[in-house]
């Protein structure tokens, strides 16, 4: 691509911004899956052995009130990244304001510091004020005042254009100040370019997971280049309202309910939906469950999906040449409704001369946890941007780096 990438900036003594994607999961205080924090290291150690400065910044989670703020803190990241790289990592517990700039400023050559959650701007006093997700433009230009270029490394973000990537990258062109993309946003758009500029068929998306009112419209797009869509996870319920299937307490999006319906309409027989469920009384391991087939019963959530479903999506799967998944089947994260993820996962790692393309900070660490991804072609950090990507979207987080020249 004609964009300028790391290894085209001087980075001797400069102090170097870099936005990465470290939403990652944390429980307990303590780093789940750290295969994010992993992908963004060549860039970091690019900096660090080049003599910059590296000032890093990442949203962690989604904050709508003080209250999620202790939870989504940065600093078990720090601690994580800090492991991975063998060197102190300075954790400033703001990202804005005199301690943040004076950590700045003493800072030496080839050291690394990571400012708090962006997305702590987005509740301030209380109050829901979205500077960081809104792309307050005072917020992008407070942060592109801090350094002297800035590195776009976040591709599990840019589908998004929030302060902390488009933001800080307007501010600092406005000044002229150099706007690169790091190893990782390279590499990304590099493998995902190449897997679908012309996919093999049959080309099969599978669609899961919970964000269903940011992700369903891809699937619109979707039904021009794929043969097959699966839906899976708590995308499924949203369909299920659609066709009338009763959904008892299971995750659901009200008003994406039309979108369903329409996509149902234009897809036809391509849209392949879960038979059965795996159904629980409560959001807990500890739940009492029951595999049901069809409607979801009153008082019961769908959590995972069911045997009959993993046999179907797998007959659907067995010819695919591409495939791309992005979204578990069910709450993994709680080993009762773990089952179907892993099933899919694995039978991925199994399907001979196929491109299987895994996107997504959950999928990914869902296959991790597995140990198929050495099986898959690509793993992908991004989930809901490599679904914008391959749908061929223009990512602001992409368009706001440079040109070369
Ligand atoms: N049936 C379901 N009900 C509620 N949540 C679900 C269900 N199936 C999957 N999930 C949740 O979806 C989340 C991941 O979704 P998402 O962020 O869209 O995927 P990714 O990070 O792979 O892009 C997981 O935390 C998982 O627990
Ligand atoms: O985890 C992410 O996306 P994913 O869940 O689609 O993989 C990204 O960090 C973006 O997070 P957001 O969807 O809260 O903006
Ligand atoms: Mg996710």
Redesign the pocket.
């Known amino acids: 691509m004609s964009k300028l990438i790391i290894d085209d900036l001087d980075l001797k003594d400069k102090k170097v911004l870099m936005r990465v994607d470290f939403n990652v999961p944390i429980k307990d205080g303590v780093v789940g899956d750290d295969n994010r924090i992993v992908a963004a290291l060549p860039s970091i150690e690019y900096v660090i052995d080049h003599g910059g400065k590296a000032i890093l910044f990442s949203h962690l989670g989604r904050i709508k009130s003080e209250d999620d703020k202790p939870g989504l803190s940065l600093r078990p990241v720090a601690e994580k990244l800090s492991k991975l790289l063998g060197k102190p990592v300075t954790f400033v517990p703001v990202n804005e304001g005199p301690q943040l700039e004076e950590a700045i400023d003493n800072m030496q050559d080839g050291q690394v510091l990571l400012a708090e959650n962006t997305r702590y701007q987005d509740v301030i006093n209380g109050e829901q004020v979205k500077r960081e997700s809104g792309n307050d433009p005072k917020l992008g230009e407070y942060w592109a005042s801090l350094g002297d270029v800035f590195v776009n490394d976040a591709f599990g973000t840019a589908h998004r254009s929030h302060a902390s990537n488009v933001g800080i990258a307007t501010a600092m062109e406005k000044e002229g100040k150099p706007v690169a993309a790091g190893f990782l946003l390279e590499k990304e758009i590099q493998f995902l370019g190449n897997a679908v500029d012309n996919p093999k068929h049959p080309f099969v998306a599978i669609l899961?997971?919970?964000?269903v009112s940011?992700?369903i419209g891809v699937i619109d797009h979707l039904l021009d280049k794929a043969d097959k869509i699966i839906i899976g996870?708590?995308m499924?319920?949203t369909f299920y309202a659609a066709k009338g299937i009763g959904i008892g307490n299971?995750?659901v999006e009200k008003d994406k309910i039309d979108v369903a319906k329409e996509i149902l309409k234009k897809g036809g027989d391509k849209i392949v939906l879960p038979v059965d469920s795996v159904c629980a009384d409560q959001f807990s391991n500890d739940a009492k469950t029951q595999v049901v087939d069809g409607s979801i019963p009153d008082g019961m959530?769908?959590?995972?999906i069911g045997p009959k479903s993993i046999q179907l999506f797998e007959d659907v799967l067995k010819d695919a040449k591409t495939v791309v998944w992005?979204?578990?089947?069910?709450?993994?994260?709680m080993p009762k409704f773990a089952e179907g993820t892993l099933a899919i996962g694995r039978y991925l790692g199994t399907l001979k001369d196929a491109t299987t393309i895994v996107?997504?900070?959950?999928?990914?660490a869902a296959v991790k946890e597995l140990g198929v991804a050495d099986k898959l072609t690509h793993i992908s950090t991004g989930?809901?941007a490599s679904l914008e990507y391959l749908e061929g979207k223009t990512l602001p987080g992409i368009a706001c780096v440079s040109n070369k020249d």
Not at 301 to 304: E, I, K, S, V, Y
Not at 326 to 333: A, C, L, Y
Request: aromatic share 6%; no cysteine; charged share 20%.
């Open positions: 899961g997971g919970a964000k940011d992700k996870g708590g499924t319920y299971s995750l959530m769908a959590l995972d992005n979204g578990p089947m069910g709450v993994f994260e996107g997504g900070g959950d999928s990914t989930g809901g």
